[in-house]
């Protein structure tokens, strides 16, 4: 059986003059799962659009489509293409678990929540000519999925090809997060087996790993023996946590022993009325700066996430939070202006109230004011979103988050990751563009390498670099 899977792209993904480099980071690793269900038999073609051209003149009988909000209409098109040419088309992903009636009217079958279940139950169903229109997730289980097709994953194509999962969803229920409609109806969060994690890990390449899960500290046990597991396989990975995990007991210390040397933390917004107001329960209380502390005593460099446009911001939130990151160290951040996704608390409130301006699903990319704001116009609201990014990376504000650092290494190894990223993107557009990006690799290594104390060394706790 001829089977295409596709991950479309946004149109400035698939530009021919400008590749920004956040779209060419990672593969597709829920496409490339699902098809390790697949029968040996079947001829697999997986294209992602945001590094490749897709090929739409070739005749595939099965195409599956993964389906998020900012590729919805994109997907639809492919979707209505191959259909057309008498294709079966199915979409999955957080968009159709969040907008099903929507998706349906699209494909032949879609699949609701998780596919582990489904996907194996559909391929039954549709060999012996009884496909549903809709699955529904059942099972929550990911202990025996088997080996992901990395095989059909053209590696070269990006930065991280290395990038791994090994638990679903998130054990938290922010109101504006999107993942709660795709886990809506059974357990929100889930790992695999410590041995099969392992297993999975010993098979990947090179020193570095990036681990995509939501919150890779969420259960503790699990954790704890995978980082035990990775201690001696020398690798380097970056991973995301929550501000109350990295505080509780010692398992940010077992991360750090096992590689961890850079990690993504929602601190969201520095306004506790904020967080109340969006259900973030973990941040409550919490002492950001005791986290970030404990995190640079690592060696572990701190990717903040941060949403503006919350109810209770006003016109200075923008400079407090940039001055608030850059005095604190933090070496890269990413902000958002508050998006509704269906599907969530945030959005069914909006929604109630009459707050949402339009299901332009493109324009629910976190850059744009998609709802009636509430103490700052949408245009003061997009203008302080412009100004945040351009201020924390100035050179000027690079310059100072790195002298937060105490040892002149972690200083230079600051400066020149948060100045890489964002100030090199001409660097990163040609090398995307000349498939070199991969060679790269090397380089985030050397970047990522722990700064380590020498035994004899007193003056500083982290003056060298291995």
């Keep these: 059986?001829?089977?295409?899977?596709?991950?479309?792209?946004?149109?400035?993904?698939?530009?021919?003059?400008?590749?920004?480099?956040?779209?060419?980071?990672?593969?597709?690793?829920?496409?490339?799962?699902?098809?390790?269900?697949?029968?040996?038999?079947?001829?697999?073609?997986?294209?992602?659009?945001?590094?490749?051209?897709?090929?739409?003149?070739?005749?595939?009988?099965?195409?599956?489509?993964?389906?998020?909000?900012?590729?919805?209409?994109?997907?639809?098109?492919?979707?209505?293409?191959?259909?057309?040419?008498?294709?079966?088309?199915?979409?999955?992903?957080?968009?159709?678990?969040s907008l099903p009636d929507e998706a349906a009217q699209h494909a032949d079958s879609i699949f609701i929540g998780p596919g582990e279940d489904t996907f194996p139950k559909f391929l039954r169903d549709w060999k012996t000519g009884q496909p549903h229109k809709r699955y529904y997730n059942q099972e929550r289980d990911i202990a025996t999925i088997p080996p992901i097709r990395r095989d059909l994953i053209k590696r070269t194509r990006y930065l991280v090809p290395n990038s791994i999962v090994v638990s679903r969803g998130c054990p938290h229920h922010c109101d504006f997060c999107y993942k709660d409609a795709f886990f809506e109806g059974g357990r929100?969060?889930?790992?695999?087996?410590?041995?099969?994690?392992?297993?999975?890990?010993?098979?990947?390449?090179?020193?570095?790993?990036?681990?995509?899960?939501?919150?890779?500290?969420?259960?503790?046990?699990?954790?704890?023996?995978?980082?035990?597991?990775m201690r001696g396989m020398d690798r380097v990975f970056q991973g995301a946590s929550t501000i109350d995990a990295i505080l509780r007991g010692d398992l940010i210390e077992s991360a750090a022993e096992a590689g961890m040397r850079s990690v993504f933390v929602g601190f969201e917004t520095l306004s506790r009325n904020n967080l109340v107001q969006s259900n973030k329960k973990q941040n409550i209380g919490r002492d950001y700066e005791a986290a970030i502390q404990r995190l640079h005593s690592l060696g572990i460099m701190i990717n903040g996430s941060f949403v503006f446009g919350l109810d209770d911001d006003d016109e200075d939130v923008f400079k407090r939070t940039v001055d608030w990151a850059?005095?604190?160290?933090?070496?890269?951040?990413?902000?958002?202006?508050?998006?509704?996704?269906?599907?969530?608390?945030?959005?069914?409130?909006?929604?109630?109230?009459?707050?949402?301006?339009?299901?332009?699903?493109?324009?629910?990319?976190?850059?744009?004011?998609?709802?009636?704001?509430?103490?700052?116009?949408?245009?003061?609201?997009?203008?302080?979103?412009?100004?945040?990014?351009?201020?924390?990376?100035?050179?000027?504000?690079?310059?100072?988050?790195?002298?937060?650092?105490?040892d002149l290494k972690h200083k230079i190894k600051h400066f020149a990751y948060a100045g890489g990223w964002k100030k090199f993107e001409p660097m990163w557009n040609f090398m995307i563009k000349t498939r070199g990006l991969n060679k790269m690799l090397p380089l985030l290594e050397a970047i990522l390498s722990k700064v380590r104390r020498h035994p004899d060394d007193s003056a500083s706790p982290f003056p060298a670099i291995a």
């Design 1 to 97: 059986m001829k089977i295409k899977m596709i991950l479309p792209a946004l149109t400035e993904a698939k530009s021919p003059f400008w590749r920004p480099i956040k779209y060419s980071l990672f593969p597709p690793l829920g496409l490339a799962t699902l098809a390790a269900y697949c029968s040996p038999d079947d001829e697999i073609v997986l294209q992602d659009e945001h590094v490749e051209e897709l090929d739409l003149d070739d005749e595939p009988q099965l195409v599956i489509i993964q389906v998020y909000i900012t590729n919805a209409f994109r997907a639809y098109a492919i979707a209505g293409h191959y259909r057309s040419k008498g294709a079966y088309v199915c979409l999955g992903g957080l968009h159709v678990s």
């Design 188 to 229: 929100s969060f889930y790992t695999q087996r410590v041995d099969a994690a392992l297993a999975e890990i010993s098979r990947l390449p090179g020193r570095h790993l990036y681990f995509l899960d939501d919150h890779l500290l969420g259960n503790q046990r699990f954790s704890s023996a995978l980082f035990e597991g």
């Design 326 to 406: 850059v005095k604190n160290g933090l070496t890269t951040c990413t902000f958002h202006i508050l998006t509704p996704y269906p599907g969530t608390r945030l959005y069914k409130d909006m929604e109630a109230r009459g707050r949402i301006l339009h299901r332009k699903w493109d324009q629910y990319d976190t850059r744009q004011v998609v709802y009636k704001t509430v103490g700052l116009s949408a245009e003061d609201l997009k203008k302080g979103y412009d100004y945040a990014y351009r201020s924390f990376y100035s050179w000027n504000n690079i310059a100072k988050a790195s002298l937060a650092h105490d």
